[in-house]
């Protein structure tokens, strides 16, 4: 039988996972924390990284148990409640309209580096409709896109790594 969906390998998803904690957190976000907290925000790194483990972890095992299509919202409302599930999934959708808005501030305050003529928020209202559109292309395009940006997001800290070796060695 001839599969009809296009699917993202196992190999897309991780890629596109570390891309997600490279570009949000390591570029931008553990500067600016780093700055506030100091080096002790390493400790809330490791417990936040701790339970996100610990959530992935259960719901790879819910969706081994009871396979369907949907999302996590669908364990919530089979679970704890139709009410739950509609709460969980707005939650979500909620959490990830704001992350997009503060990740498309934070390109916008690197890009404006190249680019400083052009506002901040209109770089950003650009960012959000280019990743708008590229989302229209279908997972297995952006799975694709995602795992070759992640690819350069490792060779550029690579990169760096290996300049700070230097600059440390002098």
Same mark, same amino acid.
């Given at each position: 039988?001839?599969?009809?969906?296009?699917?993202?390998?196992?190999?897309?998803?991780?890629?596109?996972?570390?891309?997600?904690?490279?570009?949000?957190?390591?570029?931008?976000?553990?500067?600016?924390?780093?700055?506030?907290?100091?080096?002790?925000?390493?400790?809330?790194?490791?417990?936040?990284?701790?339970?996100?483990?610990?959530?992935?972890?259960?719901?790879?095992?819910?969706?081994?148990?009871?396979?369907?299509?949907?999302?996590?919202?669908?364990?919530?409302?089979?679970?704890?409640?139709? !009410?739950?599930?509609?709460?969980? !999934?707005?939650?979500?959708?909620? !959490?990830?309209?704001?992350?997009?808005?503060?990740?498309?501030?934070?390109?916008?305050?690197?890009?404006?580096?190249?680019?400083?003529?052009?506002?901040? !928020?209109?770089?950003?209202?650009?960012?959000?409709?280019?990743?708008?559109?590229?989302?229209?292309?279908?997972?297995?395009?952006?799975?694709?896109?995602?795992?070759?940006?992640?690819?350069?997001?490792?060779?550029?800290?690579?990169?760096?790594?290996?300049?700070?070796?230097?600059?440390?060695?002098?």
């Amino acid at each position: 039988m001839e599969k009809n969906r296009k699917e993202l390998s196992a190999w897309q998803l991780t890629m596109m996972a570390l891309g997600s904690v490279i570009g949000g957190s390591f570029f931008l976000g553990s500067s600016v924390a780093i700055h506030a907290a100091g080096p002790s925000i390493l400790i809330s790194y490791i417990l936040a990284g701790g339970l996100v483990y610990l959530i992935l972890y259960a719901l790879s095992e819910m969706t081994v148990a009871n396979p369907t299509t949907g999302s996590f919202s669908n364990f919530a409302s089979r679970e704890l409640g139709e !009410g739950t599930g509609f709460v969980v !999934g707005w939650l979500y959708w909620t !959490g990830t309209v704001l992350s997009m808005s503060s990740e498309a501030t934070a390109i916008s305050i690197l890009i404006r580096e190249w680019v400083p003529n052009v506002s901040i !928020g209109l770089l950003g209202i650009a960012i959000i409709i280019g990743v708008t559109l590229l989302n229209l292309l279908g997972a297995d395009k952006i799975g694709k896109l995602a795992s070759g940006l992640s690819g350069v997001k490792i060779f550029a800290m690579h990169i760096w790594s290996r300049a700070n070796d230097q600059v440390t060695k002098r």
